[in-house]
């Protein structure tokens, strides 16, 4: 673990690495082995999202300034002034888009354990609703856009309460449900704000998630500035049809699945 890392965590509030633990907490069935190498991806981004929470420092060589323009942190780069880079060029796009009827195929046969799981992660959770439409989120520093991975909401009544990320893996679909935490009622509170809006999802430095709606508004899952305020109409910049998604349209649409309170087929430990 380098010097950057150490001082990151020393840095960081007990209370807000709780915080960061709680949010998106997943924990599978050991049966449910197409996530396994997407449990290890969330794990991840969990952990480096405690690592954005710190504000870094310009490091220095010899007990001077940094010659370089910016420094790597981690793996997100940062200009002098401490704040993260964010590239400048257009949009792209990487792997194959996972088409509908390859979510209804895999939803349809997975509902009852995705709903199971996220039920068990959900006390008081009724009716669980699985979306048949999602996003797929743009990485900010090289402003692409990973048409592998689908990220699909799932709900009870009009309450978020977590998600399936679908992704590509060695020439198959697998899937991997999150759940738990207070993060789920930020985002939310967030789609409340914005009923009748395309949201664009991205990802800022190291996968910590930031939403933009079309009036230029940059929602995060905490409150604070957030590495997006100084870039100029952003939602055109960043907004496109893979990375776009509207929650009272998914509804209205009824574009989702229903796997009804009492049916289950698994009881987590």
């Known amino acids: 673990m380098n010097d950057f890392i150490v001082k990151g965590i020393d840095g960081i509030d007990d209370s807000l690495i709780e915080e960061a633990m709680n949010y998106k907490r997943t924990r599978k069935p050991i049966y449910i082995a197409a996530g396994a190498v997407a449990a290890i991806a969330v794990f991840s981004a969990v952990m ?36 993260i880079i964010l590239s400048d060029a257009k949009v792209s796009f990487t792997g194959t888009a996972i088409t509908a009827e ?50 699909l909401p799932v709900f009870t009544e009009d309450r978020l309460i977590g998600e399936v990320t679908l992704f590509r893996y060695d020439g198959e679909i697998h899937y991997s449900p999150a759940a738990g935490g207070p993060g789920w009622e930020v985002k939310t509170g967030i789609f409340d704000q914005n009923p009748d809006s395309e949201l664009a999802f991205v990802y800022v ?33 960043y907004a496109t049809e893979y990375n776009t998604f509207s929650f009272n349209k998914m509804i209205a649409d009824k574009n989702y699945v229903t796997v009804p309170a009492d049916v289950s087929n698994i009881t987590l430990q």
Not at 58 to 68: I, K, N, R
Not at 111 to 131: L, Y
Request: with cysteine.
């Open 48 to 83: 480096l999202n405690i690592l954005r929470i710190t504000e870094p420092t310009v490091p220095t060589v010899d007990g001077g300034a940094q010659t370089d323009d910016s420094y790597s942190g981690g793996g997100t780069n940062y200009g002098e002034d401490g704040k």
């Open 102 to 151: 390859e979510i209804r195929e895999i939803i349809e046969r997975e509902k009852v354990t995705i709903a199971s799981f996220i039920r068990h992660e959900t006390p008081g959770a009724g009716d669980i609703n699985i979306s048949l439409v999602g996003y797929s989120h743009l990485q900010t520093d090289n402003n692409t856009i990973s048409l592998d991975f689908v990220t």
């Open 205 to 237: 430095g190291q996968l910590s998630e930031y939403m933009i709606a079309p009036d230029n508004t940059v929602y995060g899952m905490w409150e604070g500035e957030s590495p997006l305020d100084d870039v100029p109409d952003c939602y055109t910049k």
